[in-house]
């Protein structure tokens, strides 16, 4: 059976999957970043960690077939297909403070408040901070260390496919920052399937 959520641009979403099952997370129009954080179902001190996964891998890059790895080193989830090849390991969740400091805008939308009014119902109490898996996000590291927020290089109906490797609690965020190339600045809908 194949769930299906529409996720209006700006917004986001939570919900549960079981060990095996997979996501497929679509970039509806293009050039759209969505924020991906998972929980252990049952234990919600075990969270994907991209500095982990980062380490585990000893690299800043996924492929299909590389594991996601959790806060406690254990895998969390696999990537299975990925049309664009780029996402951030990096950036923390979009938080209203991150605006005022960045862009001098005072209560803009944020991945932080998205995650956390969808994954309230979850039981999950606010987070000092969102370590997302930023999918889509290119995030371009220079060898002098500049690090620039670029445009992504997804394409309308581009998406990547993961597999649950313990049940999940899952919370994605369509990222409203129109101030950047972060989202080719013009937020849009993502669209995400389980099965
Ligand atoms: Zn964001």
Request: proline share 7%; with cysteine.
């Amino acid at each position: 059976m194949k769930q299906e959520y529409f996720i209006e641009a700006e917004a986001g979403q939570a919900f549960k999957m079981k060990k095996g099952q997979t996501v497929r997370v679509i970039d509806v129009e293009g050039e759209q970043v969505v924020d991906f954080v998972v929980y252990k179902d049952g234990d919600l001190t075990e969270r994907i960690d991209p500095g982990v996964t980062m380490d585990a891998l000893h690299s800043y890059k996924v492929a299909p077939g590389d594991i996601l790895y959790s806060n406690k080193y254990h895998p969390i989830m696999t990537v299975v297909e990925d049309d664009v090849g780029v996402h951030d390991f990096f950036n923390p969740a979009c938080r209203p403070e991150m605006y005022e400091l960045l862009y001098n805008k005072k209560n803009h939308p944020s991945c932080y408040d998205n995650l956390s009014q969808a994954l309230e119902p979850y039981g999950l109490s606010q987070p000092d901070q969102y370590y997302p898996f930023n999918i889509f996000m290119n995030t371009v590291v220079e060898d002098n260390g500049a690090m620039k927020v670029k445009r992504p290089l997804s394409k309308p109906g581009d998406s990547i496919l993961l597999r649950a490797e313990m049940d999940l609690i899952v919370g994605v965020s369509a990222c409203p920052c129109s101030e950047s190339e972060c989202n080719g600045y013009n937020c849009t809908p993502i669209k995400v399937e389980v099965e």
